[in-house]
Nanobody, 118 residues
Framework: QGQVVESGGGLAQPGGSLRLSCVASGSIGSIYVMAWYRQAPGKERELVAGIVSDGIRNYADSVKGRFTISWDNAKNTVYLQMNSLKPDDTAVYYC????????????WGQGTQVTVSS
């Protein structure tokens, strides 16, 4: 069984920073996409940032210039560096991992809460 575990959430002040981590383990191999999604109360889950195995990255317009996604292949770990945080960034952040030949919707973590408030 594959397992995806997020960490690094917490409380930050507006303008502050947090760094999220996501580790894929177990039977997960041949990963080709790792991505971060978020879901705020009363809203649908949305893509925040994604990175493909060839290094191509994409970001939601709302986080461009503030968030950076990176991938440590050796550790099967993806990071999300979040700077200049805003209250609107408050949400549960989920990691998604797509594996070649794996489940069509990938593997999901349990989520980590990010709260931006003064």
């Amino acid at each position: 069984q594959g397992q995806v575990v997020e960490s690094g959430g917490g409380l930050a002040q507006p303008g502050g920073s947090l760094r999220l981590s996501c580790v894929a383990s177990g039977s997960i191999g041949s990963i080709y996409v790792m991505a971060w999604y978020r879901q705020a109360p009363g809203k649908e889950r949305e893509l925040v940032a994604g990175i493909v195995s060839d290094g191509i990255r994409n970001y939601a317009d709302s986080v461009k210039g503030r968030f950076t996604i990176s991938w440590d292949n050796a550790k099967n770990t993806v990071y999300l560096q979040m700077n200049s945080l805003k209250p609107d960034d408050t949400a549960v952040y989920y990691c998604n991992v797509l594996q070649k030949g794996g489940p069509i919707d990938g593997y999901w973590g349990q989520g980590t809460q990010v709260t931006v408030s003064s």
